[in-house]
């Protein structure tokens, strides 16, 4: 198995007891950036209504307390995504195991509702091209069926030398904008990316496209930080590819399924008997 990385202080990490639970953990400084990238990760459970979680026994399904309280019995590693000792009710940052993870759970009615992404069709178009900023870079999407675009920028590294030697991270500033055929033109993404990577950084931008938006549309991405030619410096970044995003409302009436998004850097794999162990009959 390869090695897995988190975020913090070596010698908190230590302390923490985490690192002996999972010995191929490396710290890393606060500052080092991981990769973000998507992956949606679907459990059908049973087909007919299902009694719920455990831990979320006595709240109501479908409220933040009780989607919070579910995730005490979701395990990624055999460890719960949330602390057992958590209040359902007033979660805490330190409360999570996992980070940056969207919990979105259907009982298997007859009416239930779908769930928002897990039947996008989407189609990839490879850009490939660096963003410089006097030169923006821009792509037109004529497909009006569409309902969201996603934008993949990488970054080669993010490093800076400075004169005692010291590799510092970097700070860039971006914006993606959205440009209609009838000349409106907005900005959903305004980013500003900081942080310290030796390696390629890759960063994911989903952009929702209002129903009503005059088609072609263009997309622009503009780096607003200036350019640099120092050999010291590592910050260059480039758009390499988008994807067509058009949404199919596919219902899955009567099973039971919980949908997850993970924003990681590793695979998990989740378990019906590790998920839900308590089941209606």
């Known amino acids: 198995m390869g090695s897995m990385r ?10 923490s007891g985490f690192g002996q639970l999972f010995p191929g953990l490396q710290a890393l400084p606060l500052d080092a950036l991981s990769s973000k990238q998507h992956v949606t990760i679907v459990d059908a459970l049973a087909e007919g209504e299902i009694e719920g979680f455990p831990s979320a026994a006595g709240l109501t399904q479908g409220t933040d307390a009780y989607n919070n309280a579910a995730l005490k019995d979701i395990f990624l590693g055999k460890t719960p995504i949330l602390r057992s000792t958590a209040d359902p009710n007033d979660v805490q940052d330190v409360d ?32 490939n091209v660096q963003v410089e900023k006097a030169t923006p870079v821009t792509r037109t999407i004529s497909n009006s069926n569409i309902n969201a675009v996603r934008v993949t920028l990488r970054f080669t ?47 994911d931008y989903r952009i929702n496209i209002a129903s009503g938006t005059a088609f072609p549309i263009s997309v622009t991405v503009t780096r607003v930080s200036d350019d640099t030619s120092s050999s010291r410096i590592r910050d260059d970044f480039s758009w390499t590819s988008f994807n067509s995003i058009l949404k199919e409302l596919i219902f899955l009436s009567v099973l039971s399924i919980i949908s997850s998004l993970s924003i990681f850097s590793f695979s998990a794999i989740l378990k019906p008997s590790e998920i839900c162990p308590f089941f209606s009959a």
Do not use: C, M, W
């Open 96 to 127: 999570f195991n996992f980070k940056n993870i969207k919990f979105n759970p259907r009982f298997g009615t007859s009416d239930q509702t779908f769930i928002p992404g897990i039947s996008d069709i989407e189609s990839e178009n490879g850009v």
């Open 157 to 203: 590294a993010l490093t800076e030398v400075n004169d005692e030697g010291q590799t510092l991270g970097r700070t860039v500033d971006l914006t993606i904008k959205i440009t209609d055929n009838n000349g409106t033109v907005t900005t959903p993404i305004s980013d500003r990316v900081h942080g310290r990577s030796f390696n390629a950084y890759s960063r």
């Open 6 to 15: 988190i975020e913090g202080d070596l010698a908190d990490f230590r302390d």
